[in-house]
C-alpha cells in the first residue's frame, strides 16, 4: 500500500528529540497558573457549601466587606442573568444560585489585599443553609424516594415514568440480543459498580484576571482550552468574547479535568468589581469538593457466548451520576461497551443521573473505562468457565474493517486485530505466572476527536520557524508539532519554536481534549507547512523566472521539478528568507478547518496481579499495554501516553474512590485519602505500539492519550480475579474488598 | 504567633509554661506546619526545639543503651548503623513515614507527641521498651512511651512539659525488633493497621517478648497477653496463632474511611505474626 509505504520514509517523524519545554520544566522556568502577578494584584478566596443540599436562606457579607483588606465580595448575582443550557448549568456550578447542591459548591467570593486576609474575611461571610435531604449513590438517585435534584432537568430523550433525576437515555444496536442469547451455550450477566475518580492532575486550577470597567478584560490560567474559557467567561460576565484575551499558562495535568470552567469567571467577577487584578488558586481540597471527578456508575451486562468462544449476542444498563447537573457520559460508556466486537445482536442502554456531587468532568476517555471493566469482566468469566484462551476467543470476535460496530456506523481501517496478535506474541502473554499470581487481558476503544483548528506557521529571517496552535501542551505535543513542521519544511527540529497562542492570535481553536491535539493541530501544521512551502517554491520560482509549478520542495531546498524546468542550484530556506522582505514580504503559512477523520484506536493490555490472600492487599507484577497509535510522531511520548493511562487505571482499579459520609459530605478530599498510585505502587509498563495508519490524517495519526486508560480497569479486575479466584464486580478493588470477596467465598 | 527559639530545653518549657494560648513545640514540623497550613491548628506560641545542644544527636551509653535527641530526623536514624544493628524495628518504623522529604525531618519525638494512634514509629517504640526524657515546670521525669498517648491527638504531658529525648533499653544479647504496618498502598500513606514486636531468645526459645499495635484503638496498645503468648515458645504455629488471637482480642478500632472494624482486627492479627517471624528471625542472628 502506497499511504504504509510513505510511512517508512520519515526523516524526522519517529525519532525521539528531547521535548523544547523541558528544560524551562526542570529549571523551575515554565510558567504554570499560580506563578502569574500583576501590580496591584487581589487574592481570591472561594466560600463553599458545607452540605450535600440546602436551600440559601442568606447570605450576609456585610462583615466580610468591612474587614480589613478586602476590596471585592460577589455572589450570583454578580453574574449574568438569563443564561441557558449549558452556559447555565456552568454558571449554577461554579456560583450556587438558590440551593447549593453538593459538598463544596461556591456561594460566595472574596478578594482582599493578600491570601491570609482573604481567608480571614472569608469566615466573616454568615450563610444561612435550609438543609435539604441528599442523594450520592447513583442506583439510589434513581429510586422512588430519592429526593429531586432538579426538577424538569430531565430532556425528552427520558423514557416516561423515571425519576426526574434521570435527564438523559441513550438507546442504540442492533439485532435481538434475546434471539442470540438463546443460541449461546453459556449467558452470564453480572452487575458492576465503579466509584467517582478524580484526574488528579498535581496543579490545582489557578488563574489571573482583570476585567475592567470598559469591559476589557486579560486573563492567565491555566487550562486544556483557553478559546472555550474565553467563551464561557464572555457568556457568564456578559462581555463581548473579543474583548477577552485569554492566555494559557502551562498547564500541570489536566487529562480532562480542565476542559471545564470552574473559576475564572468568579476571579474577573472580583476584578470587574474592584477594578484591580485579582488572582484564584484553589487550594487543593477545593479541587476533590468542586471541579469534576468522572461519573461513578452501576451497570448491567450481559453476554452469550458458544462453546467455540463466538458471542452470539450482548446487552447492556449503563447507569452514570454525574453530580449535580447533567452531562454524565453514559453515551460513551454505552457506545463504548461492545465496540471492539463485531456483534450480530446488541444493544445497549445508558442513563444520565443527577445526585448531589460536584458537577462531573470529561476524564480521559470519558465513560469508556467503566465500560470495559463490565463488558471484559463477564468476557474473561465466560473465557474461563468455558476453557478458551482470552485472546483468541476476542480475536474470534473482533471488529475489523468494514465490520458494523455496536453503536452504527462501520469501522473504516481500524488496529484491533493486530494490538490482539502483537499482545499474544509477547512474551508476557506466554510468561509462566507464579503460584497464586493471577493474569488478565482487556481490549478497550475510544472513539478520538478532531475539532475545531488553525495553525499558523511564521518564517524568520534566518531561516527558522516560529509555529502558533491553538492547543495546550498537555502530553508532549509542542515536541510533535516542531517534528512534523520539520518533516515538511525539510528543516532540523531544533529550527522550529512552537507556541502556544492565545486567544487574539489565531482563530478559534478547540480544546485539547479527545486525544485531538497530535491527530488536528498535526494535521493543520503539516498542511501550515505545504502551504509555506508553496510560497517558498514562489519565491523560488520568481528568482529563476519559471513557473511555480516547476519547482519542488526537498531537503530545505527549493529544486527545478525536473531537467526541462531549468538548471538552477538548490535554494536553501535560509536564502529565501534572508530575503523575504525584497521578494514579496514575510513568509507566513497558515491552516484552518474542523478535520473529519480522526482514526479511532484500539488497545489490549495484559496484566499480571498477585493478591495477599491475609490482608486483601494486591500487587500488579507485571504490565504490558499495546496500543494502535496510527504512526507514532514521538515514540517516546506515545509511550508515556500508554504507560500514564495504564497507571491511571491501576489507582482507578485498586484505591481511588470518592467516599461520602451519611451526610453527604466528601471525607477524602486531599492526596493522603484520595489513593493515586505512588511510583513504588507501580511495576515498570512495557509498552508495543501497533501503526495501522489513519486514512484521514498525512502521516496516518491517530490519537493515544485516552485509550490508553480504556483497558486498565477490566485487565487489572481479571487478573485480581484470576489470582483471588473470586470475581470482583465492584471499583476500587481496596484490601478490605477483596477479603470480604475471598471470606465469602470460603 | 510568636517564634522562640530557645537554647535549653528548661528555656523551651519554661515559654511554655507562661504561655495563654495555642502552643506547640516545633521539631521537624511534619505534623504541626501541615496542621498550621491546613486551618488545624494555629499557634499562638510556636517554640522551635532544634536550636538546643544536643537535640540531633544520637548516644550509646556505656551500658549498651541509647539516648535519641528530641530533633534526630528519620534519615539521620536510617543511617546510624550501629542503631539499626540493634533497634531495626525502630528505625524502619520511623523511616516508614512520609517521603523522603519528611525523613529528613520527622521525629521519633514528634510522632510520639502528635499522639495518633496511627503513629508508626510509637508501637515500635512501645514494643523496644522505650521511655522519653520530660522537662517540665516541675523538673525532670523519665516516662515509658506507652504513657504518653492518651486519646487521639492527645497525650500524659502536662502544660510546660517537652519532650528532650528517646531511651531505647539495652539490646542485649539475642534479641531482634520488628515493625510493620499495613497501607493501601505502598508508600506514602497513614496505617491502617501496626504492628511492632520486640523480642530476646534463648536458642530457640523466645524468653521475654512485647507486642504493641496501632491504629486499631484510641491509643497505640500494648498489648501484655499478645507477647506472653510468644514467651516459652520457639515461634511454632501454636504460639502464633495465640499470638494472633491475642492481639485481635486487644483491638477496639473504628470503621472509617482508612478501614473497617473487622478489617483493622483482622489484620492486626496478620501482621502480629508476620511481625514476631522477623523479630524472630534478626534475634537468632
Keep these: 500500500m502506497a499511504f504504509d509505504e510513505e510511512m517508512d520514509e520519515f526523516k524526522v517523524v519517529g525519532t525521539r528529540p528531547d521535548r523544547p519545554d523541558g528544560i524551562d520544566k526542570v529549571t523551575g522556568r515554565a510558567r504554570f497558573g499560580a506563578d502569574a502577578t500583576a501590580p496591584g494584584m487581589l487574592h481570591a478566596v472561594i466560600i463553599r457549601s458545607p452540605h450535600a443540599h440546602a436551600r440559601i436562606v442568606r447570605i450576609d457579607a456585610s462583615k466580610a466587606e468591612a474587614a480589613h483588606g478586602v476590596k471585592a465580595v460577589v455572589t450570583r448575582a454578580d453574574f449574568a442573568d438569563g443564561l441557558e443550557g449549558e452556559n447555565w448549568n456552568i454558571l449554577e456550578n461554579l456560583m450556587a444560585g438558590e440551593r447549593a447542591l453538593y459538598d463544596g459548591h461556591a456561594v460566595a467570593a472574596i478578594a482582599a489585599t493578600s491570601s491570609l486576609a482573604a481567608r480571614d474575611a472569608a469566615r466573616l461571610v454568615e450563610v444561612e443553609y435550609e438543609v435539604l435531604p441528599h442523594v450520592t449513590d447513583v442506583d439510589e438517585a434513581m429510586q422512588e424516594a430519592a429526593p429531586v435534584i432538579r426538577e424538569g432537568a430531565a430532556d425528552g430523550s427520558v423514557p416516561a415514568g423515571m425519576h426526574p433525576n434521570v435527564v438523559r437515555c441513550h438507546d442504540s444496536g442492533h439485532g435481538d440480543p434475546e434471539e442470540g442469547f438463546a443460541e449461546a451455550d453459556l449467558v452470564i450477566e453480572e452487575r458492576f459498580t465503579t466509584e467517582a475518580t478524580h484526574q488528579g492532575y498535581i496543579e490545582p486550577h489557578a488563574c489571573l484576571g482583570t476585567l475592567g470597567p470598559d469591559g476589557r478584560g486579560e486573563l492567565w490560567c491555566c487550562t486544556q482550552g483557553h478559546w472555550n474559557v474565553q467563551k464561557v467567561c464572555a457568556a457568564l460576565l456578559d462581555v463581548e468574547t473579543s474583548k477577552l484575551r485569554v492566555t494559557a499558562s502551562e498547564i500541570g495535568g489536566g487529562f480532562g479535568g480542565k476542559t471545564a470552567v470552574f473559576i475564572e469567571p468568579v476571579a474577573l467577577a472580583l476584578s470587574r468589581k474592584a477594578n484591580r487584578p485579582v488572582k484564584l488558586v484553589m487550594p487543593r481540597a477545593d479541587v476533590f469538593r468542586a471541579t469534576g471527578p468522572t461519573a461513578s456508575t452501576s451497570m448491567d451486562v450481559k453476554i452469550g457466548m458458544k462453546k467455540d468462544g463466538t458471542i452470539t449476542g450482548a446487552s447492556g444498563v449503563f447507569r452514570c451520576q454525574g453530580g449535580a447537573f447533567p452531562g454524565a457520559p453514559m453515551e460513551f460508556t454505552a457506545m463504548c461497551a461492545f465496540a471492539p466486537y463485531a456483534l450480530k445482536h446488541v444493544r445497549q442502554v445508558g442513563y444520565d443521573v443527577m445526585t448531589n456531587r460536584p458537577k462531573q468532568a470529561a476524564y480521559r476517555a470519558p465513560g469508556s473505562p467503566m465500560a470495559a471493566f463490565a463488558v471484559e469482566s463477564v468476557i474473561d468469566e465466560l473465557c474461563n468457565r468455558l476453557g478458551l484462551d482470552p485472546i483468541d476467543v476476542r480475536l474470534k470476535n473482533a471488529s475489523r474493517e468494514g465490520t458494523k460496530a455496536s453503536f452504527g456506523p462501520s469501522w473504516d481501517r481500524i488496529g484491533l486485530v493486530e494490538t490482539l496478535e502483537a499482545a499474544k506474541e509477547h512474551p508476557h502473554f506466554s510468561a509462566p505466572l507464579a503460584e497464586g499470581a493471577g493474569r488478565g487481558i482487556s481490549c478497550g476503544f475510544w472513539f478520538n476527536h478532531a475539532g475545531e483548528t488553525a495553525v499558523q506557521l511564521a518564517l524568520s529571517e534566518d531561516g527558522t520557524v516560529q509555529l502558533s496552535v491553538g492547543t495546550p501542551d498537555i502530553g508532549g505535543s509542542r515536541a510533535s508539532m516542531c517534528m512534523m513542521a520539520a518533516e515538511e519544511l525539510g528543516i532540523p527540529y531544533e529550527d522550529v519554536r512552537t507556541t502556544i497562542a492565545d486567544t487574539a492570535t489565531l482563530g478559534y481553536n478547540e480544546i485539547s481534549h479527545g486525544s485531538r491535539v497530535t491527530y488536528a493541530s498535526g494535521l493543520a501544521t503539516i498542511e501550515a507547512a505545504r502551504d509555506t512551502v508553496k510560497k517558498l517554491c514562489k519565491r523560488a520560482a520568481d528568482k529563476w523566472g519559471i513557473d511555480a509549478e516547476a519547482v519542488e520542495w526537498r531537503d530545505g531546498c527549493a529544486i527545478p521539478s525536473g531537467p526541462n524546468a531549468g538548471d538552477f542550484d538548490p535554494m536553501p530556506i535560509k536564502e529565501i528568507a534572508g530575503r523575504m522582505g525584497q521578494t514579496g514580504g514575510p513568509i507566513v503559512g497558515h491552516f484552518e478547518a474542523t478535520p473529519e477523520g480522526a482514526g479511532v484506536s484500539f488497545a489490549t493490555h495484559i496484566v499480571d496481579a498477585e493478591v495477599d490472600r491475609e490482608t486483601g492487599a494486591t500487587t500488579v507484577t507485571r504490565y504490558t499495554v499495546v496500543q494502535d497509535a496510527g504512526k507514532a510522531i514521538h515514540p517516546s511520548y506515545v509511550e508515556g501516553q500508554y504507560q500514564g493511562g495504564a497507571a491511571q487505571g491501576i489507582g482507578w482499579a485498586l484505591n481511588e474512590e470518592y467516599i461520602y459520609d451519611e451526610d453527604g459530605r466528601l471525607l477524602n478530599a486531599g492526596f493522603l485519602d484520595y489513593r493515586i498510585p505512588v511510583a513504588s505502587d507501580l511495576p515498570m509498563i512495557d509498552t508495543v505500539i501497533v501503526e495501522v495508519p489513519n486514512p484521514g490524517h498525512p502521516y496516518g495519526v491517530r490519537g493515544v492519550g485516552e485509550t490508553s486508560i480504556c483497558p486498565p480497569l477490566a485487565a487489572i479486575a481479571n487478573a485480581v480475579s484470576n489470582a483471588a479466584g473470586v470475581r470482583m464486580q465492584d471499583l476500587p478493588m481496596r484490601p478490605s474488598r477483596i477479603l470480604e470477596a475471598l471470606k465469602a467465598r470460603s | ?285
Design chain 2, 1 to 285: 504567633m510568636r517564634y522562640h527559639t530557645p537554647s535549653s530545653f528548661e528555656d523551651a518549657s519554661a515559654i511554655a509554661a507562661a504561655a495563654t494560648g495555642v502552643t506547640r513545640f516545633l521539631a521537624g514540623g511534619t505534623d504541626v506546619l501541615v496542621q498550621l497550613r491546613s486551618d488545624l491548628v494555629t499557634p499562638d506560641d510556636l517554640i522551635d526545639i532544634k536550636q538546643i545542644a544536643g537535640v540531633r544527636d544520637i548516644t550509646r551509653r556505656d551500658d549498651g543503651s541509647w539516648r535519641i535527641g528530641a530533633a534526630v530526623s528519620g534519615a539521620e536514624l536510617a543511617e546510624h548503623e550501629a542503631l539499626i544493628a540493634e533497634w531495626p524495628g525502630v528505625v524502619e518504623a520511623l523511616e516508614l513515614i512520609g517521603s523522603t522529604q519528611i525523613q529528613a525531618r520527622c521525629t521519633l519525638a514528634g510522632n510520639l507527641c502528635n499522639g495518633s494512634p496511627a503513629a508508626d514509629s510509637v508501637p515500635a517504640m512501645i514494643a523496644a521498651g522505650a521511655t522519653v526524657n520530660v522537662v517540665g515546670p516541675e523538673g525532670t521525669r523519665e516516662i515509658a512511651v506507652e504513657d504518653v498517648p492518651t486519646g487521639p491527638g492527645m497525650t500524659s504531658l502536662r502544660p510546660g512539659e517537652v519532650v528532650s529525648a528517646v531511651n531505647l533499653p539495652a539490646r542485649g544479647e539475642s534479641g531482634g525488633d520488628a515493625y510493620l504496618r499495613f497501607i493501601p498502598r505502598t508508600e506514602m500513606d497513614i496505617a491502617v493497621v501496626g504492628a511492632g514486636v520486640s523480642l530476646s531468645r534463648d536458642g530457640d526459645t523466645i524468653t521475654a517478648a512485647r507486642v504493641a499495635l496501632g491504629a486499631v484503638a484510641p491509643t497505640v496498645l500494648l498489648v501484655e497477653e499478645a507477647g506472653a503468648a510468644l514467651v516459652g515458645s520457639a515461634l511454632d504455629d501454636m504460639a502464633l496463632a495465640a499470638l494472633a488471637k491475642a492481639a485481635e482480642a486487644a483491638c477496639r478500632p473504628i470503621s472509617d474511611k482508612r478501614g473497617t472494624v473487622e478489617f483493622r482486627t483482622h489484620v492486626a492479627g496478620v501482621l502480629a505474626r508476620r511481625a514476631a517471624r522477623i523479630a524472630y528471625d534478626r534475634a537468632g542472628v
